[in-house]
C-alpha cells in the first residue's frame, strides 16, 4: 500500500515496481520509457484496464437500441523496477537527466518544453 498519492507500487507482469504514470498514451509511453532507460532504470508497462461503464438500460419495446459506447482509448500503466522511485522527487530532486546532459525540468517531463532547459530554476519562470 501507498504511503501516499506520490508514492505508488504494485506488481506489473510480475515485477514489483514504482509506478510512474497511470492511463498514459503510447506517445507519452514512448517518452518515459526512452527518458527513464537513458536514467538506469528498468521500465516496465502494462496495458490500463479499461474504464468501468454503467450497463446501459434496456430499451422499451418499439425503441431502438442506443449505439453501443465508444471504444476505450489504449492506455498503460507505465513503473520501474525501482519500487522506491517517485517521480515527483526524481523531477524536482534533480536526479534525472535528458540525453543532452541536462537536469529533466518539470516542464520538460510534462512535455511542454522539447529541450530540457535547467539554467532558469522552474520557480523562477513566467
Known amino acids: 500500500m501507498a504511503i501516499n498519492k506520490n508514492h505508488e507500487f504494485e506488481e506489473l507482469n510480475g515485477v514489483k515496481c514504482g509506478i510512474v504514470e497511470k492511463n498514459v498514451s503510447p506517445a507519452r509511453l514512448a517518452f518515459l520509457k526512452e527518458l527513464l532507460e537513458f536514467n538506469g532504470y528498468t521500465v516496465v ?37 525501482d519500487y522506491t522511485f517517485n517521480p515527483i522527487n526524481a523531477v524536482y530532486g534533480r536526479l534525472l537527466k535528458s540525453k543532452d546532459g541536462h537536469f529533466v525540468t518539470p516542464a520538460y517531463w510534462q512535455q511542454k518544453e522539447a529541450v530540457s532547459d535547467d539554467e532558469v530554476p522552474y520557480y523562477e519562470k513566467k
Open 45 to 81: 508497462a502494462v496495458p490500463s484496464p479499461p474504464p468501468k461503464v454503467a450497463a446501459a438500460p434496456a430499451p422499451k419495446e418499439g425503441e431502438p437500441a442506443p449505439p453501443p459506447p465508444p471504444p476505450a482509448p489504449e492506455t498503460y500503466t507505465v513503473g520501474v523496477s
